[in-house]
């Protein structure tokens, strides 16, 4: 650094001290602040309502379980997103993996970790290729994110129906459904949960503190900005659409564990699920906004409502209303914060 | 005579059916302001982003300290010591004071983290807030989104940027457009301050009082080529103005002292 030093013919800066805002002035002033109060006073309603039954450590297993595969979605959503793009094919892709991974287990046969290492490594590779595929066409070929993976949606779910001929795989090692799929650790916590949850610390603090969470936000922020500031824009876009496809194949490969089959027909809303998720969580759909925690957040909203509905005894379908009504309600106060914030 | 630190020659450059620089010559000499002036569309920002690494040029050539060089990313414009300050600015306005003057450079922790990737918020704070201290660009809160501060702070934020991180020239594109008296007054002392730090400073500005007040020379783009050079006090506004209008030719314009009638030949150093 070049050092510019004339302090002494500008006094009058020296009363003007810089500060950083206090902590609970930040607290305050965060989004996922608010969205994470939403959710406790949630928790609060049901509980109230419903104390025997909402308040208990299966219901609460439930939730987070019903909640681990969209999570893992929402992890990889949540660049994605801040980089101001958008990624239909999760739901897809999600498919793609557990049909092509089932595929490789029972090709190769057997019941052991083996296999299921097997299977993880290409449900992974299944992933990360569309991902990669989705990320060429955004970056390179400069077409719109949500052309491109509409049209990725299309393919890999198309794809994945040629292989099985619509048909269903049900035979997945005895092995997976029991460790990963219904296995708990030391019996109290599923491990679906808990893979969940280490994807979204581990993406979360990449996201928080590192250099490529810090490109992710500049991206969206500014692109040719960053462009401008030596940024390899496309190289890091290509990566960013590969890590939510890498996410979309992990989620497919713990739904096989979970399900003992390939669910081909039960995921069709699972990305706008997953955005729903994200973008309640505050992260802005123009990109450069967003935290992890925030989408944690918005992945428990609806599963907290859907399974507070069931043991309320209010009809299930209400919870689709009720998201909604979530999702514009929390765009709508972060649109009204952010105008605040920025009126200058 | 010092050699020129920075010379452009015949630079064409396209977009599309748009021919925005016709051969255009820009000449840079070390530690001199030179302001580059033209009217609208005359190729001034397209000038100096070829000059950047932002646009490639499609003919012609680009010499730094005499050897010829290729700037074909912005990355290559900064390992030259070159750094820009755009007329966009070219911040992330979501992303605060610190974090956007060490974009693309960021300060990496120390030990096991720094090699993972993790970055050294904190100290690319500190640091940020020493060079806009010495720089006089005032922040009430540099943890703040660029976004929340004044077109004045941005500003600052985009010149300290540049400034802290240059070494041997700084292009400046219309950097007074969006501030009032007091700032403007603050970065035309910038510009001299950093001309007194060894550096050349490329002015880029429609405003003429500006322009004579802080240029050693002047350079005079008019669809897309170079008509005219000027050394301080050779020249009057109108002389300048003409010239970036079409209405009079360089050889036209009425001088203080006898020149010899080779323009290019005799005005290519910056005076003392």
Known sequence: ?344 | MPEPLLEARGIVKSFGRVRALRGANFTVFPNEVVALVGDNGAGKSTLVKTLAGVHQPDEGQILFDGEPVEIHSPLDARRLGIETVYQDLALAAELDAGANMFLGREIMRPGLLGHLGFIDKQAMRTRSREAFRSLGVTLQDTSAPVATMSGGQRQGIAVSRAVTWASKVVFMDEPTAALGVVQTRNVLDLIGRVRGQGLSVVLISHNMPEVFEVADRIEVLRLGERVARFRRGEVSMEGVVGAMTGAIRQDEIERPEADPPDQDAGLDAPRR
């Open chain 1, 1 to 344: 650094m070049t050092d510019v030093t004339t302090q002494a013919d500008r006094p009058e800066l020296e009363a003007d001290e810089e500060h950083s805002a206090p902590f609970w002035q930040r607290l305050v002033a965060g989004s996922s602040t608010w969205i994470g109060l939403i959710l406790v006073a949630l928790i609060l309603i049901f509980s109230v309502l419903e104390p025997s039954s909402f308040v208990d450590v299966d219901n609460a297993r439930n939730i987070a379980t019903d909640a681990a595969v969209l999570l893992v979605l929402a992890t990889g959503m949540t660049f994605v997103i801040i980089t101001a793009g958008i990624d239909l094919s999760v739901g897809a892709v999600l498919v793609f993996s557990g049909v092509v991974s089932a595929r490789a287990m029972n090709g190769a046969g057997g019941d052991n970790w083996g296999v299921i290492i097997l299977g993880l490594v290409v449900a992974l590779a299944a992933g990360a290729g569309w991902g990669l595929v989705n990320g060429f066409l955004v970056a390179k070929a400069k077409i719109p994110p949500f052309i491109v993976t509409l049209g990725t949606l299309g393919i890999s779910l198309g794809a994945a129906l040629v292989i099985t001929g619509g048909v269903d795989e049900r035979n997945v090692p005895f092995k997976l459904i029991t460790t990963i799929g219904t296995g708990r650790a030391f019996d109290q916590v599923p491990w679906l949960v808990i893979i969940a949850f280490a994807v979204a610390i581990v993406f979360g603090v990449i996201l928080a503190m590192t250099r490529f969470g810090r490109y992710t936000y500049a991206i969206g922020s500014n692109e040719e900005a960053a462009r401008r500031a030596g940024i390899a824009v496309d190289l890091h876009l290509m990566k960013v659409y590969c890590l939510a496809g890498t996410l979309a194949g992990l989620a497919g490969f713990l739904s096989l564990a979970r399900f003992s089959t390939t669910t081909i027909g039960g995921h069709d809303t699972d990305n706008l699920q997953a955005i729903a998720a994200v973008v309640i969580g505050g992260t802005s759909l123009f990109g450069g906004i967003g935290t992890m925690l925030g989408s944690v957040f918005g992945v428990f909203i609806p599963a907290v409502l859907t399974n507070g509905f069931v043991i309320v005894g209010v009809q299930p379908f209400w919870q689709q209303i009720a998201v909604g009504a979530v999702l514009i309600g929390a765009v709508y106060l972060d649109q009204l914060r952010r105008r605040s914030q920025y009126q200058r």
